[in-house]
């Protein structure tokens, strides 16, 4: 009677009816799930049939085969179940339909940080490029003498010319076509003489002596000073060969603001590593004394006059004791007395065997010296012997 009673207050706790019974029994520990055909409230679900592919041994794997990366073992083929051909086992993971991973070379970098240097073969190098090298490093060896090779005056009167210009023309490229500064020019200069080029302002003096210094190139012809051809020259051979053998003095004197007067003076002697380090700064004062500025060494170019500075620059001309001497209008910026002065010092280095060439204004100055070369138009339309 007691279970009885027990069992109808269950049905009436029961909201799911009759098909849901709690059981009292001490052996029964879960609910009995409920038929889902009787109870509208849950809806049956048919999940799809997982079809997982049988490998060849007949097992299933333990992944999607699509997920499954299997190494081969061996190159021998897997042998396929009993009661099947070989040509009847179509599946990815069978013998026969897996691919075999291909060995990937390993990383050679051929440039960079690593790379692996390719050997070179003789048939690489052709005769015509063995004999092309060979000509440059003879052409680089000439240059590289041709540099060092200082220029010995003559003594001799009526030598060959030491500034020799054949057939010499430059033109400058401008919006209205090509202007011809200078035109087939043919000059010669003989060690010892003090020749002065005069002309009207864009006459092309300037852009002579550009042309034998070599701070300018002739767009034709040749110019030879001594044995050099400086026209063949590239530019750093150019820069030292004038370093060594021409003395250059500028109209505006080019010194650098922030050397002293005896630093500027030693500086040709460092570019050229001419002269030992210990006997440059006693040579630079020896040259200051003889232009009257050794009592000026120590001090900024700003704080000396304008014609205690062109002496300075025709100490730093004389530094490397070239044997040739090119001044740009050297007096220009200078009051008559100073120019006297420096003129009178360019007379001692002739005394010397100096060879100078200058460019000047000044007709006084222009009669004093050996020759006078008139220039107009780029073109030499006098000369005269004066001594």
Known sequence: MIRSLFRRKSKEKNPMG??????????AQTPTPPNSAANPLIKSTTLPPINLPITAAGNPPAQPAAFVAVPAASTAPTSAPSGIEPAQVNHPLASGSVAQPVPLAPFQPTTGQGAIAQPVTEQQITPEQIASEQIAARQA????????????????????????????????????????????????????????????????????INMITGIDRPTTGEIHIAD?????????????????????????????????????????????KMYK??????????????????????????????????????????????????????????????????????????NEGKTILMVTHDDELADRVTRRITIADGVIVGEEQLR
């Open 228 to 272: 050099t051809a400086i026209h063949n020259l590239g530019e750093g051979p150019m820069a030292e060969w004038r370093g060594r053998n021409v003395g250059v003095i500028f109209q505006f004197f080019q010194l650098l603001p922030m050397l002293t007067c005896v630093e500027n003076v030693m500086l040709p002697m460092d570019f050229c």
């Open 277 to 350: 380090p210990s006997e440059r700064r006693k040579r630079a004062l020896d040259l200051l004394d003889m232009v009257e500025m050794k009592d000026q060494a120590d001090k900024l170019p700003s704080e000396v006059s304008g014609g205690q500075q062109q002496r300075v620059a025709i100490a730093r001309a004389l530094s490397n004791d070239p044997p040739v001497i090119v001044a740009d209008e050297p007096t220009g910026n200078l009051d008559s007395k100073t120019a006297d002065a420096v003129f009178q010092m360019f007379e001692r280095l002739i």
């Open 141 to 208: 060896a000439a240059q590289q003498a041709a540099v060092q090779q200082k220029i010995r005056p003559s003594t001799a009167s009526g030598g060959p010319a030491l500034i020799r210009m054949d057939n010499v023309t430059k033109a400058y490229e401008t919006p209205n076509g090509p202007f011809m500064a200078l035109k087939e020019i043919d000059l010669r200069i003989g060690t010892g003489e003090f020749v002065a080029v005069v002309g009207k302002s864009g006459s092309g003096k300037s852009t002579l």
């Open 18 to 27: 009759s098909d849901f019974n709690l059981v009292a029994d001490e052996s």
